[in-house]
């Protein structure tokens, strides 16, 4: 096996990978209330869904252990790559990187690389995506590693939430704000910072409008859009993602479009009804 592609959980893998070896999810862990839910293959969406909203506490999540990626590089590859969520987001970048110099004590000769995505999502599967694209052109380790990093500096995060409950109650939305934008049903349009933090872009009366908001900053901050793949992921609204798709459609030229559902932890934080974009 040439090479090894490892995704944490909060990215979502395409279909085609699911049951191809040289891809693995290693999985974050959930936590609502006291019950802790494991990201993996077993987990159910719409169960996940009812619980966080009947849980007055803000849903948490833990990273994978160092000792969990270890497993995960613990292959016969030539080539192995981690790619985690944004390390401004989560421990688990931090915890890739120990895990990977802890099997290099034993094993200095394997070739390991380490990417923080400065992202989440469907982000961390267009990162997967150049990889693989990278290593079936036939570059080198070190050709993967630098033109995979150069593509990260450039890729954009969006997404916009119907639902504001995990916003406030993480405090990230205070309670009068979260009640007057219900009221006013104003949706904020989120976008991911060149530091992989989160910041509100824009903001719309009503989802219609702020999907409209988010093709249009995806316009305005993508160039050479017809050699780009763009990605979209969604939260129990595919009808939704849809939408979004013929509208990137009419009005951009792209290489391709991918439509997923969120995994457990893009779940936990679109909550039912949001949509994440990356390009």
């Known amino acids: ?26 999985p974050l862990t959930l936590m609502v209330g006291a019950e802790q839910i494991i990201d993996d293959e077993t987990f159910d969406q719409e169960d996940f869904l009812k619980k966080v909203a009947a849980c007055p506490e803000c849903p948490k999540s833990a990273c994978p252990s160092p000792e969990r990626y270890m497993r995960a590089y613990d292959c016969e590859a030539e080539h192995i790559y981690a790619v985690t969520l944004s390390s401004e987001l989560s421990g688990s970048y931090n915890s890739a990187l120990l895990g990977r110099d802890l099997i290099m004590e034993d094993h200095p000769d394997k070739k390991i690389h380490v990417f923080n995505s400065c992202s989440a999502s469907i982000g961390e599967s267009l990162i997967g995506m150049k990889i693989q694209e990278c290593e079936e052109a036939g570059m080198s380790f070190e050709e993967v590693v630098s033109t995979v990093e150069h593509y990260i500096e450039g890729q954009h995060t969006f997404f916009v939430l119907e639902n504001l409950d995990t916003l406030r109650k993480n405090g990230r939305l205070s309670k009068v704000k979260a009640l007057v934008a219900s009221a006013l049903k104003i949706k904020p349009v989120m976008g991911s910072t060149d530091e992989g933090t989160i910041c509100q872009l824009d903001q719309a009366r009503g989802m219609n409008r702020a999907m409209i908001k988010i093709v249009e900053q995806v316009i305005a901050k993508t160039s050479d859009s017809a050699d780009k793949v763009l990605a979209i992921s969604h939260c129990n609204c595919p009808e939704r993602a849809q939408v979004l798709k013929e509208a990137f459609e009419e009005r951009m030229k792209l290489a391709k479009i991918v439509v997923l559902d969120t995994a457990g932890v893009s779940s936990m934080y679109a909550n039912d009804g949001g949509v994440i974009v990356a390009i």
Request: hydrophobic share 35%.
């Open 1 to 26: 096996m040439r090479y090894k592609i490892i995704i944490d959980s909060c990215g979502e893998l395409l279909d085609e990978w699911k049951n191809d070896e040289r891809f693995e999810s290693v």
